[in-house]
T-cell receptor
Framework: DTGVSQDPRHKITKRGQNVTFRCDPI?????LYWYRQTLGQGPEFLTY????????KSRLLSDRFSAERPKGSFSTLEIQRTEQGDSAMYLC???????????FGPGTRLTVT | SQQGEEDPQALSIQEGENATMNCSYK?????LQWYRQNSGRGLVHLIL?????REKHSGRLRVTLDTSKKSSSLLITASRAADTASYFC?????????FGQGTELSVKP
């Protein structure tokens, strides 16, 4: 399967712990996006990359959040000192270019206890 | 903030009926995309319609776009129980997508 993959699919952590999620985009896609979705809401944009460059970060992305895409392929999203309000589904998407369809991965569901 | 607003928020129909969902947005767009999401899962891309297009078809799906009214509609014809899902419109804003809250469609067999 050559779609977008995310790992892990589920993560349960205690408040205050750090977590890291990984996203592997479709191989020829230059753009990679992170979104967050809470129950009953549509996804909200967090950040995106064009190759290895992080081009935009939402105000939702506090200082505890950091994302990287070191070689322009896979990306990681780290949340430090997790809070209960961080509990959500974290979605990754990729696209060939700015104006093309974005294809989403299955998401990582984070539960902070 | 969310730009797209779907209407209705929930829709329940019988198998075989058509389902229409509407989306309104606030600012100018490059394109508008429709996605489907089954409970607790990732989003599946359905259709992308560009700002210079008025209508697009894909199988049982028909999407229209009216840029003068800043609105779009998704029509699913001859619905099936498997179409039960949440449907989202998303407007493209400089590459990032701005989603609405979605329409929850229930198709009863």
């Amino acid at each position: 399967d050559t779609g977008v993959s995310q790992d892990p699919r589920h993560k349960i952590t205690k408040r205050g712990q750090n977590v890291t999620f990984r996203c592997d985009p479709i191989s020829e896609h230059n753009r990679l996006y992170w979104y967050r979705q809470t129950l009953g809401q549509g996804p909200e944009f967090l950040t995106y990359f064009q190759n290895e460059a992080q081009l935009e970060k939402s105000r939702l992305l506090s200082d505890r959040f950091s994302a990287e895409r070191p070689k322009g392929s896979f990306s990681t999203l780290e949340i430090q000192r997790t809070e209960q309000g961080d509990s959500a589904m974290y979605l990754c998407a990729s696209s060939l270019s700015q104006t093309d369809e974005q294809y989403f991965g299955p998401g990582t569901r984070l539960t902070v206890t | 903030s969310q730009q797209g607003e779907e209407d209705p928020q929930a829709l329940s129909i019988q198998e075989g009926e058509n389902a229409t969902m509407n989306c309104s947005y606030k600012t100018s767009i490059n394109n508008l995309q429709w996605y489907r999401q089954n409970s607790g899962r990732g989003l599946v891309h359905l259709i992308l319609i560009r700002s210079n297009e008025r209508e697009k078809h894909s199988g049982r799906l028909r999407v229209t776009l009216d840029t003068s009214k800043k609105s779009s509609s998704l029509l699913i014809t001859a619905s099936r129980a498997a179409d039960t899902a949440s449907y989202f419109c998303a407007t493209d804003k400089g590459g990032k997508l701005i989603f609405g809250q979605g329409t929850e469609l229930s198709v009863k067999p």
